[in-house]
């Protein structure tokens, strides 16, 4: 248990329970893709015919699995990011739990219409359409370096537009993380000089 300075009431403390355990000891490499892609589940024609689901709810149900996810990032990025932003939906799940392990708060990037407060919007192109992301303008603090972390890298339009949002306040992208990259789809194309790593890459 730490315990902190409370700018709130001078002179007071508060105490923080911060949990920890070896990273190290956890999965690595084709052990932990291994596990990871044993967790996804393929359901077809959803949610239209000829698409092929990517059910990340195995990989979320399993304590085990789901820690050794984590784990891989805080190798990586520990010490290296102030913030971590999670994009709706799945990268709230994913990158709250990865900043709490790194000691970093969380941003939500939210859909437009979402949050009630001034934001930044960046509007992007779909297959059939356009969507618009939105982050408070006063989430992130110029000079932040910023993690953006979401479940699913596909046409790489969502990541992008992040990005772009973390940059109009200011912030740094000092990285992109996600488990799984549709390979085939060349999301990494609109992500160039970003430091883009995914766990699991499905070239089919």
């Known amino acids: 248990m730490n315990q902190e300075q409370d700018s709130g009431a001078p002179g007071t403390t508060k105490e923080t329970t911060v949990t920890t355990w070896d990273v190290d000891a956890e999965p690595q490499g084709e052990e932990l893709r291994q596990l990871v892609a044993s967790r996804l589940r393929a359901i077809p024609d959803f949610p239209e015919p000829g698409v092929v689901f990517k059910d990340f709810t195995p990989l979320l149900r399993d ?9 891989d990032v805080v190798r990586r990025r520990a010490g290296a990011v102030d913030v971590v932003v999670g994009i709706e939906a799945r990268g709230f799940i994913l990158g709250s739990v990865m900043a709490h392990a790194l000691g970093v708060g969380f941003v939500p990037v939210r859909k437009a219409g979402k949050l009630p407060g001034e934001t930044h919007r960046v509007s992007y192109s779909l297959e059939y359409g356009e969507a618009v992301i939105e982050m408070h303008q006063d989430a ?8 953006v972390v979401d479940d699913v890298l596909a046409t790489g339009g969502t990541a992008a ?5 973390v940059e109009a306040c200011g912030a740094t992208v000092a990285g992109v993380e996600v488990v799984l990259e549709l390979a085939f789809l060349h ?11 995914s766990l ?3 070239e089919a």
């Open 161 to 165: 537009a992040c990005c772009q949002l």
């Open 140 to 147: 992130l603090q110029p000079g932040d370096r910023v993690l």
């Open 200 to 202: 699991l890459v499905d």
């Open 187 to 197: 999301g990494r194309d609109h992500l160039p000089g970003y430091d883009v790593v």
């Open 63 to 71: 304590p085990a699995a789901s820690r050794a996810v984590v784990a």
